[in-house]
């Protein structure tokens, strides 16, 4: 079964997985490298992501995602090298992993590729019913949170702030910062400035004849130099240099 699911990349780069390993993965799989931008578990129409595990690095990454995809009923497919803990391996939000030291990856790969279409794509709509009524009644807020990530994925270009959206679920700011930071694994600051800096690298690589002014203008932000000042902190290049290197 020849299915291209699209498959985003979270944790260490693929860079780091072997020539013939990636080949095998790209026949099913169009791989997006998301480097360490766990937004993309909060977009609407991503199930699942790759996550690269990097025990020495980037264990802080990896349970954020865990936290993202338990509170938005996403999942995660396991990447490492030599071995990770049981532990990982058992938690819900991970379907599936898979030990690049091994030499199966023909075998896996195709075998994940097939439960992908029946887990996320046959059966969709009957799965969705039986995996988010249990969570929206467990977790009063949940319903209210996924409404607010997609309202925040839509108005990028407008002005967001924390205090309109606490007083929106009727919460107060210091409470409603708490519960978006157990929901998501992040401030509400941090989260939106993520999906601005998100959108502004795709600005930047699709839209090349625009000014960088203009696209800062697009992701929220209408001081370009303080603009500049965020991007290079969170990319570690300006927005100008981010363009010519992609």
């Not at 599936?96 to 992908?116: C, H, M, P, R, Y």
């Not at 696209?215 to 370009?224: E, F, H, L, P």
Request: hydrophobic share 35%; net charge positive; with cysteine.
């Amino acid at each position: 079964m020849d299915v291209l699911h699209t498959g985003h990349w979270i944790g260490k780069s693929i860079s780091y997985i072997p020539r013939d390993t990636l080949i095998v993965f790209e026949k099913y799989f169009k791989i997006i490298e998301s480097g360490h931008d766990v937004s993309v578990l909060s977009e609407p129409n991503i199930d699942f992501c790759f996550f690269f595990l990097d025990s020495n690095q980037n264990n802080p990454l990896f349970l954020t995602s865990v936290k993202i995809c338990q509170n938005l009923n996403k999942s995660l497919i396991v990447i490492y090298k030599k071995t990770i803990s049981q532990e990982i391996k058992s938690l819900d939000v991970v379907v599936d992993s898979f030990n690049i030291d091994e030499n199966n990856a023909d075998t896996w790969v195709e075998q994940l590729s097939k439960n992908i279409h029946y887990n996320f794509t046959s059966h969709q709509e009957v799965i969705e019913i039986h995996k988010k009524e249990p969570q929206l009644a467990k977790n009063n807020i949940s319903k209210n949170l996924l409404e607010i990530l997609r309202y925040i994925e839509l108005n990028l270009s407008k002005t967001i702030k924390e205090e309109d959206i606490a007083e929106y679920c009727h919460y107060s700011v210091t409470y409603f910062s708490k519960v978006f930071h157990n929901a998501v694994g992040m401030s509400f600051r941090d989260y939106l400035t993520t999906k601005r800096i998100s959108l502004a690298k795709q600005l930047l690589i699709d839209d090349r004849k625009s000014k960088i002014a203009f696209i800062a203008y697009q992701c929220g932000y209408k001081d370009v130099s303080y603009f500049s000042r965020i991007f290079k902190k969170k990319t570690g290049v300006s927005p100008g240099l981010f363009r010519q290197i992609h």
